[in-house]
Structures are given as C-alpha cells and as structure tokens.
C-alpha cells in the first residue's frame, strides 16, 4: 500500500503560538489528502479535504482560519493550527487517496498535539 | 446522510478464541464501498480491507475474514484464532460513489482486548 509520513510525531507548544504539521506521500503523488482530527477514544472527524493547487474543503464547523491547510504539491500537504489553545491538544492524522482512481485512504502516523 | 454504527464499544477475549466486530450502514447511494482499519495502540491507521457495494463475495485473509450481507447493511469482521497482537481499535467505514467527494464516514470503533 501507499506510505505517508507526518511530521512531527508530536509536539508539545504554549498557548498563542502557531504550530506546523506536515503530510508527505512518500511513493506516490497525491492530489488529494485529508486532515482528521481524533480524541482520545473517539472515532477520526474529518476537517478538512485538500486538493493539490486549490484551497482546501473546510468540513462544518471547522475554522479556515484557525487550521490553515497548504497543499503546494503533489507529496506535500500542511496543516497549520494558529494561535493554538489547550482545548486544540488533540491527535491530528493526514491522509492520501493512493494512486488515482483509489478507494481506499492511507493514513499517516498522526501528530499528537499538546498546547500549554 | 451516511451512517456506520459499530455497537460494539470494547470487546475482550482470550487469546485463541474467535471474535466477531459488527458493522452496520445506512447509505442512499446504490454504489459505495465498505472499509476496515485497525489502530493499534501506536496511533497509525493500517487498512484491512475494501469492499464494493457490487461485490457481496464473503473474503478470506489469513485470520481474518469478513462478510458483507447487502441485506442487512452489515459488513461484519471475525479474527479467527485471536493473538495479542490483533489487540486495537478497529474502525468500520463507507465511502459513496466515485466523484461524490471520497470522504470517508467512520463508526465509532471497537476496542478489542485479546488477553493471554
């Protein structure tokens, strides 16, 4: 199956400071990846869809502002949580569609996210 | 609206012994397709299976097998001979046609516990 790596595994920032997340497809070209977010024993809330050179699909409910999301090439896609707050510590998972024509998703390692 | 209902909210057994994950779907779509995941405790997502709404062919994969009944809207998991290892959250999903956006709806998952 496809390989997609993120980047970090985790993270651990103080309130108000922005953090970066990155969604690399490392054998394949995805032009389009997804961005869940997952609490603790809880299924995956998809936030967002995003498509290679394109803005992203924000899901109801989720802020555009607040989760930028960057998809500037066909292996990389990022998910920027700004002015983070305690209430955004969460596991946050990417992932691909794996070659064109695909059902089924691959999922990255996810990034656990502690905001102090 | 798409739904996936795993009732199922932990199970446990002992090693060797058989265990069914139940799965049930509502979906308006006439093409969709059914999906399997397990989360072991390291966070990744690892994809089992997929399953084409025209394609109601029971399958077999080593230990694990599943049958997909139209009828019932059930596309149910069994491990066969359980290890510790198949210890996880195990996740049902449905995703509809082609073009219709690949999101993928996910049931609130299982925790299996396979003790020795």
């Known amino acids: 199956g496809a390989v997609v790596s993120q980047h970090p595994s985790w993270v651990i920032c103080k309130s108000g400071t922005s953090v970066k997340i990155e969604c690399r497809s490392l054998?394949?070209?995805?032009?389009?990846m997804f961005w869940y977010r997952q609490f603790p024993k809880q299924s995956l809330m998809l936030m967002a869809t995003?498509?290679?050179?394109?803005?992203?699909?924000?899901e109801q409910g989720v802020e555009k502002d607040k989760f930028l999301i960057n998809h500037a090439s066909l292996t990389l896609s990022t998910l920027t949580v700004t002015s983070a707050h305690p209430e955004d510590s969460s596991f946050y998972i990417c992932?691909?569609?794996?070659?064109?024509?695909?059902?089924?998703?691959?999922f990255g390692p996810g990034t656990r996210l502690t905001v102090t | 609206a798409q739904k996936v209902t795993q009732a199922q909210t932990e199970i446990s057994v002992v090693e060797k012994e058989d265990v069914t994950l139940d799965c049930v779907y509502e979906?308006?779509?006439?093409?969709?397709?059914l999906f399997w995941y397990k989360q072991p405790p390291s966070g990744e997502l690892v994809f089992l299976i997929r399953r084409n709404s025209f394609d109601e062919q029971n399958e077999i994969s080593g230990r694990y097998s599943w049958n997909f009944q139209k009828s019932t809207s059930s596309f149910n998991f069994t491990i066969t001979a359980s290890q510790v290892v198949d210890s996880a959250v195990y996740f049902c999903?449905?995703?509809?046609?082609?073009?219709?956006?690949?999101?993928?709806?996910f049931g609130t998952g299982t925790q299996l516990k396979v003790e020795l």
């Open positions: 054998d394949f070209q995805a032009t389009t």
């Open positions: 995003s498509n290679e050179g394109s803005k992203a699909t924000y």
């Open positions: 999903a449905l995703k509809g046609p082609p073009g219709g956006g690949n999101k993928l709806t």
């Open positions: 992932s691909s569609l794996g070659t064109s024509g695909a059902h089924e998703q691959y």
């Open positions: 979906t308006r779509d006439t093409t969709y397709y």
